[in-house]
Nanobody, 115 residues
């Protein structure tokens, strides 16, 4: 049974940093395409960053240079380091995994950027 459990969200001031973590069970992390999506109220869920099994990454233009996705296969954990946070980064952040057969989503973690 594959489960994705996010943690690390919270309230942060503009310009601050947070690191999100996603614990991935089911031994799929090293072989799946995994990533982070976010959804603000009244908007669609958008890709933030993804990382392939090869280690190659894609970051959305809106977060390039500020956010970094990484993966620790030994710990079965996916990370999203978020720096220089802006109010427009406020959203629920979801962990995502695609094994090629099906996709999985975490329950989401709230990130609020506000002074």
């Amino acid at each position: 049974q594959v489960q994705l459990v996010e943690s690390g969200g919270g309230l942060v001031q503009p310009g601050g940093s947070l690191r999100l973590s996603c614990a991935v069970s089911g031994s799929i992390l090293r072989s799946a395409i995994v990533g982070w999506y976010r959804q603000a109220p009244g908007t669609q869920r958008d890709m933030v960053a993804v990382i392939a099994s090869s280690g190659s990454t894609i970051h959305a233009d809106s977060v390039k240079g500020r956010f970094t996705i990484s993966r620790d296969n030994a710990k079965n954990t996916l990370y999203l380091q978020m720096n220089s946070l802006k109010p427009e980064d406020t959203a629920v952040y979801y962990c995502y995994a695609n094994t090629g057969f099906r996709s999985y989503w975490g329950q989401g973690t709230q990130v609020t950027v506000s002074s």
